[in-house]
């Protein structure tokens, strides 16, 4: 069975696992490099991305996790999670305070793009590789500015990207963990 690892700092760490225990992989909480060096793929969550850095330099696993993601280590990350995915982000946060980007996918993702937490909303997005739409829910949640030539964007919304995958790497800026549709984690995990 793959074991999937869910980035268990800050988020939706309850979400994510739930998810992908439905799709059927042993998924597990990651708060220590041990827990990183055993995953087959990580899933980093939704939640607030400058806090999630600050816990990431916190663990001491800014490094370690920015290192297996530079290895080829499988990862999933939605909201705040493709925002630390990114190569580039744009407004990161108060000086000291910034989200820090890992550098797995090449893209620039502005945070809180779609407004402030007042302005969350939901839709139903075509999404490459899937026959029916996904219903998606924007919490505070970024957008992609600019894509690099080896990342496919899967979904957009507003004229932005909201959804890629560069290789073994797939972001959203929505919250699929919180609608019951499994489709996108299956996706992730059927590619480990």
């Known amino acids: 069975m793959t074991r999937v690892g869910v980035l268990a700092l800050q988020g939706d760490v309850r979400e994510h696992l739930a998810a992908l225990r439905a799709v059927g992989a042993e998924?597990?909480?990651?708060?220590?490099?041990?827990?990183?060096?055993?995953?087959?793929?990580?899933?980093?969550?939704?939640?607030?991305?400058?806090?999630?850095?600050?816990?990431?330099?916190?663990f001491e696993l800014a490094e370690p996790l920015r290192q297996r993601l530079a290895d080829g280590l499988p990862a999933y990350g939605s909201c705040a999670g493709m925002i630390l995915l990114a190569t580039e982000i744009v407004d990161a946060g108060a000086p000291g305070r910034q989200a820090v980007p890992l550098g797995a996918i090449d893209m620039t993702v502005r945070r809180n793009a779609f407004g402030r937490q007042v302005d969350s909303f939901e839709g139903d997005l075509d999404f490459v590789g899937l026959d029916d739409p996904v219903h998606a829910v924007f919490i505070r949640a970024p957008w992609v500015e600019r894509v690099g030539p080896e990342v496919?964007?899967?979904?957009?919304?507003?004229?932005?990207?909201?959804?890629?995958?560069?290789?073994?790497?797939?972001?959203?800026?929505?919250?699929?963990?919180?609608t019951g549709d499994r489709r996108i984690h299956r996706l992730f995990v059927d590619a480990l």
Do not use: C, K, Y
């Open 27 to 58: 998924a597990i909480p990651v708060r220590r490099r041990a827990e990183l060096e055993a995953v087959d793929g990580l899933v980093i969550p939704g939640g607030e991305s400058t806090a999630m850095s600050h816990l990431l330099r916190v």
């Open 152 to 178: 496919q964007v899967l979904a957009t919304a507003a004229g932005h990207p909201v959804a890629v995958r560069q290789g073994a790497v797939l972001a959203t800026a929505f919250h699929p963990e919180v």
